[in-house]
């Protein structure tokens, strides 16, 4: 139960601070290759670093550089808190 | 000649490397049918001239984003003979992603190793050696921002082209090697550009490639359900993976750290930057500076430029020929139009100098994907984008700014539809040429409630804006491409001058170039149009009536005086008027005394005669001043009464006449259309021409004032025309910035009409309302101000067209 809810975490829900790793994405075409280009590789790293003030987009590190996703994008990456 | 392309990621420093090979002398242009600036220098080494082409700033070579696109067939179609990647010395991993596909075109590289500085300070060691090797190329150290490595480069170059390619570098890619192959084989395109490259896109699905080499997507689909069935593998994840893998490798091997994990700088600047309390605050602090520094600064040196443009305009019209009393030549008359027109645009260049800098600024430290993530909610449910911030608060987010500048902040926005949306909203916001007009009217009909209405005028444009860009991107734009918000938030950095001059220059360049030469175009037509046909016989014969009068009246003051030979001839009069008038035109610009005793010597020295009566010190002389004064002030009164008169026989008047059956509905007459119309070339224009029709030859009386007595207006109409100057087209120089940003003259076109139609249904129907409901002006406005404002957050809390790529497609 408790692995299941782990593996069907979204990139979104990380909390601050939180670590993870990519598990999939579901996207597909450009937008895949985009998301694959910038290094959301299955197996790579994510910190989640923080909100928006408004809460929305985040800012992520991924591939050693910071990165910022609106969270309807964020959505499309499973990640699995380590 | 050596065809070199500049290749590097995002915040590579790439451009600081290419302001380094380049100086001064670059080429701005665009890639062909598209807006992405095409920056190219030739640059001479050791005999040999080398065109180095800046190509924009790539992560990879997908077909994502326009930039992408551009390099990618800038590479394919041009000769490239040797490429320059740009790499960060301190980031290497992820740069090597972009340098692998570098290298798969199996065409010459050097790798520029840049800011090898930060790399030193961070304790990141780079075995170069070790690099070349495993890459087999050259590579160079260099710090764009200190001028190293300008000679190491120019040398690799140079070698590079000389040598042929040995062994081109190879990534293994497993399992999709036999089908690589495969494709290599089905390609029969002969080009400069190795087979595996091509191969390797094909299987990407790149459709430029596709095309290139003649395969369809239907083979390549084929391939991809073959590798997925035989191998349990997705292309595209391979290829990535592969790719970071490889990049990993040669980290590895070549680069040690001893500082991992350490907090660096940019860190803890956005700790604080991007702090939840206190972002918003920095975020108002920097936008106020900006808007302090260019233009409330701007307009301050406007002071010490105006007195150049103003004695500019002296010289032209010492140049032309000279009035005859009430008759100007019309070639005068033109002259001194085209040279107005020109000094109301050079007038704005301080402040756009300072603007572009700022922006060139913001850019390099890396502020500007900052202000995009703490905004970019806000924006995007009305359709824009976090990087709309900054161009809307050019267009005048306070008081006033101007839209040229604002639009060509655009530039940068990554989603299509959303840039567009920019674009097309930025004119709505305060242009700083409407802030006369809008005083001039609140001083005719509001002098007591003035500050109230500039916070209302000030504050509506925002909405205004926020509604037409939803209102457009979810109509005319629904279907524009839309990109994926993902944005790297650079390190900081601290930009170098040479690059910010260099870029407020290129801009301010491009300003007058393209802008200047169509407004004067415009200029011309517009005179045409205000000046003929001119004044009718029986109007003119009154107005001379009345000059001969004057002169008569002078004469016979003259002849009492012991002077009188002097001008007892008419030229002589005439003469003695321009004199007159000339001399206190430029005495205005004298400021300290020794400047004023020194145009008096000139003057004396040109007119040894006459000037003596223009300063007079015997009494016979300080009559005919006396006379002449009044008579100055006459030739004043006169020329503007048939300035007056011409605008109403004119062809725009008739135009402004036409119009009335539609116009009248707002409670515009055919002044008012006129006015607007003549305010297309500048907006200054307006609140002159407004002026010139009312001006009733009452000297000393303000336009205000003779507004405010004519009677013909309440204070109903002119919130009317307060509400059309609000909406109103942008000006010109505007449509011709949206042409060239949105490369496309149905959008400049659009931009010029929607807001005109829009304009004219507000004002009509607040004016029918606000008429039959018997409203004051006051209340119209405050009416008007609710409904948007109300609009604009009702919009906001409904859900706009969700994107293509959201979950569950």
């Known amino acids: 139960m408790n692995q299941n809810a782990k593996a069907s975490l979204l990139l979104s829900d990380l909390q601050q601070d939180q670590r993870g790793t990519i598990k999939m994405c579901v996207a597909s075409g450009v937008l895949k290759q985009k998301l694959l280009n910038m290094g959301f590789i299955p197996g790579a790293e994510v910190l989640m670093i923080r909100n928006a003030p408004l809460r929305d987009p985040i800012e992520i590190g991924i591939q050693n550089y910071l990165l910022t996703v609106r969270r309807s994008e964020a959505k499309l990456i499973r990640v699995e808190v380590l | ?809």
Request: charged share 20%; with cysteine; net charge positive.
């Open chain 2, 1 to 809: 000649m050596i065809n070199v392309a500049l290749a590097g990621q995002p915040n590579s420093g790439k451009s600081t490397i290419f302001n380094m090979l380049s100086g001064v002398n670059q080429h701005v242009a665009n890639y062909p049918g598209v807006t992405v600036d095409k920056k190219s220098a030739i640059v001479k080494h050791c005999g040999e001239s080398y065109q180095i082409v800046d190509l924009p700033g790539t992560y990879s070579f997908s077909m994502f984003s326009l930039e992408e696109r551009v390099a990618k067939s800038f590479l394919l179609d041009e000769d490239t003979d040797v490429i320059v990647n740009v790499v960060d010395a301190s980031n290497l991993r992820r740069n090597l992603y972009l340098t692998f596909q570098l290298l798969e075109l199996g065409k010459p590289v050097v790798m520029v190793l840049n800011m090898m500085d930060i790399a030193t300070r961070r304790k990141i060691a780079i075995d170069i050696d070790m690099l070349a090797q495993m890459l087999n190329v050259q590579v160079v150290e260099s710090v764009g921002s200190q001028q190293l490595g300008k000679a190491e480069i120019l040398a690799a170059i140079e070698r590079a082209s000389q040598q042929a390619m040995t062994k081109p570098f190879k990534i293994n890619y497993g399992e999709l090697e036999t089908y690589i192959a495969q494709l290599e084989q089905q390609i029969t395109l002969e080009s400069t550009i190795a087979r595996r490259w091509l191969a390797i896109k094909a299987l990407e699905y790149d459709d430029l490639i596709l095309k290139k080499v003649g395969l369809t997507t239907e083979s390549i689909r084929d391939i991809s359900a073959t590798i997925h069935a035989r191998h349990d593998i997705d292309v595209d994840q391979s290829f990535a993976r592969q790719r970071y893998d490889s990049a990993d490798l040669v980290y590895h091997k070549c680069v040690a750290e001893k500082q991992l994990g350490k907090v660096n700088l940019t860190t803890k600047i956005d700790r604080l930057v991007l702090n939840r309390w206190l972002a918003f605050p920095i975020l108002g602090l920097v936008i106020y500076l900006i808007y302090q520094l260019s233009i409330i600064g701007g307009y301050k040196l406007t002071n010490y430029t105006w007195p150049l443009f103003a004695s500019l305009k002296n010289v032209v019209i010492d140049m032309v020929p000279e009035a005859q009393f009430i008759d100007v030549p019309p070639i005068t008359d033109f002259a001194i139009w085209m040279v107005n027109s020109a000094i109301a645009l050079l007038n704005y260049l301080p402040i756009f100098f300072i603007l572009f800098a700022l922006i060139a600024i913001l850019e390099d430290v890396g502020y500007m994907p900052r202000m995009a993530f703490i905004l970019d909610r806000v924006f995007r449910r009305y359709g824009l984008h976090g990087q709309s911030t900054l161009p809307l608060v050019l267009g005048g987010a306070f008081v006033g700014g101007c839209a040229v500048p604002g639009i060509m902040a655009t530039k940068g926005i990554a989603d299509e539809r959303a840039r567009l949306a920019t674009i097309l909203t930025v004119p709505y916001m305060n242009c700083l040429a409407k802030v006369p007009f809008y005083t001039l009217l609140l001083g005719a009909f509001f002098p007591n409630q003035m500050g109230q209405m500039m916070f209302y005028i000030s504050t509506v444009t925002l909405f205004i804006a926020l509604i037409v860009a939803r209102f457009l991107t979810s109509t005319v734009l629904a279907n524009h491409e839309t990109a994926l918000f993902i944005m790297e938030l650079p390190p900081y950095h601290l930009p170098t001058i040479k690059g910010v001059l260099l870029r407020a220059f290129q801009r301010v360049y491009l300003y007058i170039k393209k802008v200047v030469t169509v407004v004067m175009a415009v200029a011309v037509v517009l005179f045409v149009l205000l000046q003929y046909p001119g004044v009718p016989e029986d109007e003119m014969a009154g107005f001379r009536g009345e000059a001969d009068k004057a002169l008569a009246d002078f004469d016979r003051k003259a002849k009492k005086t012991g002077v009188y030979s002097l001008v007892d001839e008419q030229a002589e009069v005439f003469a003695l008027i321009n004199l007159y008038d000339g001399y206190k035109a430029k005495r205005m610009l004298a400021g300290s005394k020794k400047a004023v005793a020194a145009l008096d010597r000139s003057f004396l020295a040109a007119n040894p005669e006459l000037f003596p009566l223009v300063r007079p010190e015997s009494t016979d002389a300080k009559k005919i001043n006396k006379a002449v004064r009044k008579l100055s002030k006459v030739n004043k009164r006169l020329q503007m009464a048939m300035k007056s008169e011409k605008i109403a026989n004119s062809f725009l008047g008739m135009f402004g006449r036409a119009l009335e059956p539609i116009t009248r509905f707002s409670g515009f007459d055919w002044r008012v259309n006129v006015a607007f119309l003549s305010s297309f070339a500048a907006r200054e224009s307006a609140v002159a021409t407004l002026g010139s029709i009312y001006e009733n030859g009452q000297a000393g009386q303000r336009a205000e004032e003779s507004i405010a007595r004519d009677g013909a207006y309440t204070p109903l109409h002119a919130v009317a025309m307060l509400l059309f100057m609000i909406l109103s087209p942008p000006c010109i120089a505007t449509m011709v910035v949206v042409k060239l940003q949105s490369n496309s003259y149905k959008w400049m076109l659009f931009a010029t009409f929607f807001p005109i139609t829009l304009g004219i249904i507000i004002s009509s129907l607040f004016f029918t309302l606000a008429s039959s409901l018997g409203w004051s002006g006051i209340q119209m406005m405050q009416f008007f101000y609710i409904c948007v404002a109300a609009l604009a957050l009702a919009l906001a809390f409904i859900k706009i067209k969700p994107s293509a790529w959201q979950v569950g497609e």
